[in-house]
């Protein structure tokens, strides 16, 4: 499959650009059932692991992925589920959280662009630069005048690293207001997963709204071919996963990469 | 003095933009002599320490120096003689030589974007990002295709450091060939300044012409109001030294700091 099969998912303008009318579920393409999905997830872990050394030996370009999603949209349950088997010499997650005092000392980008990818290497992003015009917005965190120049900044600033020889995809896992109060419920519920609740989730639910408003906006000013957005259907973790990984795998299959030619002849040579 | 009072050392479209119009010899607002200037510039230094100091502890900027020119132009000696007695803890210099193979492996703006300043530090690059589009062109590094685009990344990167709180004053330190001349004999003649001579300084030497075309499209693409060029005459090293301070000064004068308020009236305290 080539990254085009998968241009339905695309977020642009009058293409999954209204939240409220994207479902959260899984779509059409997409197995009905669980057993399916692992299956084909199965599969597509050894034909990314194969994939991904390729890319790691050929040193040409560099490759980022984005996720963002809400809360409870299961960002690190994807990069488990997905990048199992990858060498980690060659990938690598960034997880952006409440900047310490030392990074807010800097630009927003400052400790996104350290955390970027070299050549070869695959460097996913657990939450983004897209914060600072998302719970940067929503929290009233700065004003206004500040993150509405974000957009142009981070289009300025994804072009950059384009130019210079990355890849890049953003993915948004697209979860339900319901299915994350499942989840929450669920960290409350069960002793062993108490640790991932924060009492300050429920603030952030509370502004649900305005986070989809903030999404939409990012959607709008930030989404291009070069650098484009999905949106994938979350509230099934097992068609979640197995969307990214069928997106992920087309990703590096289009790019058609081979071992590194070499400049003798193999068959010339005895080893004695 | 301030910055407003050193516009005519500005460059930008129509002023100082054609290198070989202007002049590299002390322009007719500095002193006539050695001795005066070293004056001056012992005031500018105690001045620009309470300033630095001020800055420091005021936290609310970032403040950028970026110095550019030829070999032997003196960006070493300009950053020993003017700021000297500052205080190093929120000052300090970044030297970009040729990329490490890690370096490469990324952008050319990520080495650069780590080193750049945090709220209350003064960083002053020794070259930068600039060799991206000068060295790297005359010495034909990268294709014409790649960094033909990065005139726009480097706006965009500076625009977005601007907007997210930093000052940037850049710095071109022109002489002319017979004073590189000059002073790559002395490198050879002066058995305790041997180190300083490399001999690819010569090959440099040898595409003078083609440094300041590439110079000179920079200045064009690259001096805004808000991240200005000035172009520092340099043969004469007093001169130069002194004009940096005076605009660096009038720099951070202009901003007008003043310690921090404190929220509680120190004389309504007493110490038992």
Redesign the interface.
């Known amino acids: 499959m080539e990254l085009s099969d998968y241009k339905h998912y695309l977020i642009k303008k009058d293409q999954n650009d209204n939240l409220s009318k994207v479902s959260p579920d899984p779509w059409k393409d997409l197995p009905e059932c669980k057993k399916e999905a692992r299956e084909e997830l199965s599969d597509l872990h050894i034909r990314l692991a194969e994939l991904q050394q390729r890319f790691f030996v050929d040193?040409s370009k560099?490759l980022l992925f984005v996720l963002q999603g809400m809360d409870t949209s299961g960002k690190n349950g994807t990069i488990k589920h997905v990048f199992r088997g990858v060498n980690p010499q060659g990938v690598h997650v960034s997880s952006f959280d409440k900047p310490t005092s030392?990074e807010l000392?800097?630009?927003?980008?400052?400790r996104v662009?350290?955390s970027?990818?070299?050549?070869?290497?695959i460097v996913i992003f657990d939450r983004s630069h897209y914060e600072d015009v998302l719970a940067v917005r929503v929290n009233e965190l700065r004003p206004k005048a500040?993150w509405k120049?974000?957009f142009?900044?981070i289009n300025?600033?994804e072009?950059?690293?384009i130019?210079?020889?990355?890849i890049i995809l953003k993915f948004f896992l697209h979860i339900d207001r319901a299915t994350q109060k499942e989840r929450l419920q669920e960290r409350l519920d069960r002793p062993e997963k108490n640790w991932k609740f924060d009492p300050s989730d429920l603030v952030a639910r509370s502004r649900w709204e305005q986070y989809v408003e903030a999404y939409e906006e990012v959607f709008d000013k930030t989404s291009h071919l070069d650098a484009p957005w999905y949106v994938i259907p979350a509230n099934k973790k097992w068609a979640r996963n197995l969307l990214v990984a069928r997106i992920v795998v087309a990703c590096l299959d289009d790019l058609q990469l081979s071992y590194p030619k070499v400049t003798y002849d193999p068959s010339s040579i005895q080893i004695d």
């Open positions: 040193k560099k030392h000392a800097h630009d927003y980008l400052w662009h350290r970027t990818p070299a050549n070869g290497e500040i120049k974000r142009r900044h300025d600033f072009q950059m690293l130019d210079e020889g990355t």
